[in-house]
């Protein structure tokens, strides 16, 4: 069954770039992923964003109000009319009314902010993906407001996804450039950035500039790159494979808006401007944690600081290579995904086992807990855990997950085995430290609906020593009824069995 439809209020234009729009698409995609639907309302859409929303099938709703009372009343209309079962507010002009216009009018809110810009907060849930994000900024909430702080919720779009395995490979001497100043730039901070370049004493030196749909300054731009001489730049106009840039890349010159983030999971050195207020804290944090090199603000951002930061920063391996390792320390790509966790009230998130898990898995196969809960008390070698997993992982009879809070924490994990096309054996574990936390009936319960919804005619068996009387009450409150007791390898057990109910959708 689908989740509904999620309604975001953001816009893109020409003062206020795309950022809000960008990070909302991911939390779109993310929500799309777990077969929901998602709809943007906006007002005066720009012609490139509109595109972008629908290639990802993603309805755009214009809105058009004088004021930001009148906005709210015509978001809650269209929620209304779309059945929403969210809204998501993205923009510095929504404040405190807004959101209660929208809660009188019975809607549940995520407020996505960046620095408590709206003072009071009546929001069932309100992000803050910054790595600034301070809980501090929200003292003036409701009881029931739930704060997302930190870049564990950093929300990247689908393309990112697959590249969190991938590893930045540190030249002794950079010379790939990338230049991305938003989707406007209003300052037109990128014209001075081709020309650093042009100034940099390296004539193997490459750059791609990344203009955004919005930027007024195309003709200008495509001058001063056809008059840089003999390096090669390129200037690249509404790209979609931005991931795949960052990773030619061995240092970029950015805006220090939301591609920060996007640049931290990459792994990608970056020297900072902040072209907005709202930008300055967090590249400052990030140049304080050795994440990036922060040149300031738009005004006082100049060509020659770029030649100088930049230039030694192409040079430094050990440089390049310690920033790097600290981005990839501070972003991964769950932070959409941990966002719809919360939007649909699961503390936990099930992902597919990776090979780096097996380590992990064999500590926990290993615990002192599990051994005694098992058919086989007897320690697990390496070797043959091992062997093992790489036979599971190749198995398609067999799915295992894994389970996490939402700060990625990993909690534990299930399996199921399939022993025919309807009967199904699961196997389920909880990590030592999270144990008598109620993780193990989540994790069975919402392991059990994902097999149902998928095989509606599945059986699912399980078996519990006797004693067990935790593992038991975790089975039986998420619908396993016993069907008596049986012998599994000499030792007494349970077994417990469920089917998909009658009245289950």
Not at 90 to 105: I, M, N
Not at 267 to 276: K, R, S, Y
Not at 290 to 297: K, N, V
Request: proline share 3%.
């Amino acid at each position: 069954m689908g989740e509904g439809t999620l309604l975001i209020r953001a816009d893109a234009n020409l003062a206020m770039g795309t950022g809000h729009v960008m990070r909302c698409l991911a939390l779109a995609q993310a929500w799309q992923d777990i077969g929901g639907t998602a709809a943007f309302a906006m007002a005066d859409p720009c012609t490139w964003a509109r595109e972008r929303l629908m290639k990802e099938s993603v309805e755009v709703i214009g809105i058009s109000a004088s004021s930001t009372e009148e906005d709210a009343r015509q978001t809650a209309e269209i929620a209304r009319h779309q059945a929403a079962v969210w809204v998501v507010v993205d923009g510095y002009q929504f404040g405190a009314d807004y959101q209660r216009t929208l809660k009188s009018a019975g809607f549940k809110i995520l407020f996505v902010d960046d620095y408590g810009h709206a003072g009071c907060y009546c929001a069932d849930l309100v992000l803050n993906q910054n790595v600034s994000a301070d809980e501090s900024a929200y003292e003036h909430r409701e009881p029931y407001t739930r704060l997302l702080l930190g870049p564990q919720y950093c929300m990247l779009r689908r393309e990112f996804n697959s590249w969190r395995a991938w590893r930045r490979k540190i030249a002794p001497s950079g010379y790939r450039v990338l230049v991305t100043m938003g989707g406007s730039d209003p300052e037109g901070v990128t014209e001075r950035a081709i020309a650093a370049l042009n100034s940099i004493e390296d004539d193997h030196l490459e750059g791609t500039v990344v203009v955004g749909g919005g930027n007024p300054r195309l003709e200008l731009l495509e001058r001063a790159v056809a008059g840089v001489g003999k390096k090669k730049i390129v200037l690249r106009r509404d790209v979609s494979n931005m991931a795949e840039l960052m990773a030619w890349a061995d240092v970029a010159i950015s805006a220090a808006g939301t591609t920060c983030w996007e640049m931290c999971l990459m792994g990608l050195p970056a020297l900072l401007v902040d072209l907005a207020e709202n930008q300055t804290r967090v590249a400052r944090e990030l140049d304080r944690r050795g994440c990036a090199i922060h040149l300031g603000g738009s005004h006082d951002f100049s060509a020659e600081k770029i030649v100088e930061q930049g230039g030694r920063l192409l040079r430094s391996q050990e440089d390049r290579q310690a920033m790097s390792l600290r981005c990839r320390e501070l972003v991964d790509e769950k932070g959409a995904r941990r966002v719809v966790s919360a939007l649909r009230g699961v503390e936990l998130f099930l992902r597919p086992a990776q090979e780096k898990d097996s380590h992990l898995l064999w500590v926990w196969a290993n615990d002192p807990g599990v051994r005694a809960a098992a058919f086989s008390s007897t320690p697990i070698p390496w070797e043959q855990h091992e062997a093992w997993f790489t036979s599971k992982m190749g198995d398609p009879d067999c799915h295992l997950l894994i389970a996490e809070d939402g700060q990625g924490r990993a909690i534990g994990q299930l399996r199921t085995d399939w022993r025919s096309s309807e009967d199904a054996y699961i196997d389920v574990s909880v990590s030592s430290e999270c144990r008598g936390e109620g993780y193990g009936r989540k994790l069975i319960g919402q392991g059990v609906n994902r097999v149902l919804a998928e095989r509606r005619s599945a059986r699912l068996h399980a078996f519990v020593k006797p004693e067990n009387r935790a593992s038991r009450r975790s089975f039986e409150s998420a619908g396993f009824g016993s069907l008596g007791e049986e012998y599994v390898n000499g030792h007494l057990a349970i077994h417990y069995v469920r089917t998909a109910k009658p009245d289950q959708d």
